[in-house]
């Protein structure tokens, strides 16, 4: 079964509601997911999902420096995320916050790994963005995030 690791950092508690919401459109894919904190993440752990989600909560235009720190270290395994599929998501304490560019910053270091990243073509394009707690279409956003990424993870399992 394909399996999507969900990892997130959560100040507030908005970015952390929103990765238990791009869980649920996981579930709905049909493929496993974890949700982690990725203050208690291993670095290892990204090698034994199909797919992985990060979000952060957005710190003058970019991610926060917890997951910068965990995607720097990630370069260990530096060519062995080929082929997995990714995404991202973002909080922001205001409406011109800087979301879209710190989703950009995390797709930016997953395709430097070689990951896949599907886009969304009726929504939130590049990842779900809330600003504040996630809202009715926030969360419709996460959701549809999750469900594309697992959606892809289920489709790719079953090719090999």
């Known amino acids: 079964m394909a399996q999507v690791l969900i990892l997130y950092f959560s100040h507030s508690g908005n970015t952390a509601r929103m990765a238990d919401i791009v ?26 999902a199909e797919g ?20 720097d270290e990630s370069v260990k395994h530096h060519g062995k995320l080929v082929g997995k599929v990714g995404g991202a998501f973002a909080s922001s304490g205001g409406l011109a916050g800087g979301n879209e560019t710190t989703v950009l910053d995390i797709v930016k270091a997953l395709l430097i790994h070689g ?9 939130d394009h590049y990842g779900a963005v809330a600003v504040g707690a996630p809202d009715k279409r926030s969360a419709k956003q996460c959701r549809i995030l999750g469900k594309i990424v697992g959606d892809l993870c289920v489709r790719l399992a079953k090719k090999t």
């Open 23 to 48: 869980a649920e459109g996981v579930r709905e894919s049909g493929a496993k997911v974890v949700v982690k904190d990725v203050k208690k993440a291993d670095v290892d752990e990204l090698l034994k």
């Open 115 to 123: 990951m896949i990243i599907p886009g969304n073509v009726e929504g």
């Open 52 to 71: 992985i989600i990060i979000g952060s909560p957005t710190y003058y235009g970019t991610m926060a420096a917890e997951i910068k720190k965990f995607i």
